[in-house]
T-cell receptor
Framework: AQSVTQLGSHVSVSEGALVLLRCNYSSSVPPYLFWYVQYPNQGLQLLLKYTSAATLVKGINGFEAEFKKSETSFHLTKPSAHMSDAAEYFCAVSASSYKLIFGSGTRLLVRP | EAGVVQSPRYKIIEKKQPVAFWCNPISGHNTLYWYRQNLGQGPELLIRYENEEAVDDSQLPKDRFSAERLKGVDSTLKIQPAELGDSAVYLC????????????FGPGTRLTVL
C-alpha cells in the first residue's frame, strides 16, 4: 500500500523568500514521486517527477525536489517565491506511474 | 496542441437526479483517467481506460456510477442517481500510455448536488 502525507495545509511566505513544501511518502516498493500544481479553476499541472534516476529533480518554474529514501521524503523547494506561485500543490506517489496516490495538498500563499 | 477538454465546467443538480460529464483527451493519448477531487483533498482515481477497455475500475462506485469510452477517444462519466456526497470536482486526465508518461489533466467539472 502507498500513501502520502503533506505537512501543512497552508504555507505562507513573503515574495522573494524560500519556498519549502513538505511531502513524506509510504511505499512497499520503490516509488515514483510527483509534484503537481493546481491554479484556481484549473486542472493539475506536473511540476516534476522522480523516476529513480537522479535524486535531485529539477522542474518547471524554478522548482526542485530531492528524493531522500532514508527520510521517505520528497520536499519541494524554490529559492525565491513569486506572486504567481500562489496555488495549491499536490505530492503524489505511484508504484507504476498509472495509479497516482495524492496527498491532501498544500495551499501556498505569497505575501507582497 | 489542445489540452484535455471537459464539459460542462459547472453543474448544479438536485439529489436523485442523473448527471453526465464528458471528456475529450489529448489527441493520440490512449490512456484516459477519471478522478474525483473532494473539497480540500487530492484527486482519487475512479477509473482508468486503455483505449476502450476499462483496466482499473476498482474505486468506481458501481451501484450509481458508470463510464464509457466507446471508440477509445472521448469518454463519459455518469452518476445516477446523484447523492449529496457526490458533490466534488470530477477531473479527467490522459496520457500516451508509455511507462512513466505524464498525466495531463483537464480543468474539471464542479458538481454541486442540492
Amino acid at each position: 500500500a502507498q500513501s502520502v502525507t503533506q505537512l501543512g495545509s497552508h504555507v505562507s511566505v513573503s515574495e522573494g523568500a524560500l519556498v519549502l513544501l513538505r511531502c513524506n511518502y509510504s511505499s512497499s516498493v520503490p516509488p515514483y514521486l510527483f509534484w503537481y500544481v493546481q491554479y484556481p479553476n484549473q486542472g493539475l499541472q506536473l511540476l516534476l517527477k522522480y523516476t529513480s534516476a537522479a535524486t535531485l529533480v529539477k522542474g518547471i518554474n524554478g522548482f526542485e525536489a530531492e528524493f531522500k529514501k532514508s527520510e521517505t521524503s520528497f520536499h519541494l523547494t524554490k529559492p525565491s517565491a513569486h506572486m504567481s506561485d500562489a496555488a495549491e500543490y499536490f505530492c503524489a506517489v505511484s508504484a507504476s506511474s498509472y495509479k497516482l496516490i495524492f496527498g491532501s495538498g498544500t495551499r501556498l500563499l505569497v505575501r507582497p | 496542441e489542445a489540452g484535455v477538454v471537459q464539459s460542462p465546467r459547472y453543474k448544479i443538480i438536485e439529489k436523485k437526479q442523473p448527471v453526465a460529464f464528458w471528456c475529450n483527451p489529448i489527441s493520440g493519448h490512449n490512456t484516459l483517467y477519471w478522478y474525483r477531487q473532494n473539497l480540500g483533498q487530492g484527486p482519487e482515481l475512479l477509473i482508468r481506460y486503455e483505449n476502450e477497455e476499462a483496466v482499473d475500475d476498482s474505486q468506481l462506485p458501481k451501484d450509481r456510477f458508470s463510464a464509457e469510452r466507446l471508440k477509445g477517444v472521448d469518454s463519459t462519466l455518469k452518476i445516477q442517481p446523484a447523492e449529496l456526497g457526490d458533490s466534488a470536482v470530477y477531473l479527467c486526465a490522459s496520457s500516451s500510455g508509455q511507462t512513466l508518461d505524464t498525466q495531463y489533466f483537464g480543468p474539471g467539472t464542479r458538481l454541486t448536488v442540492l
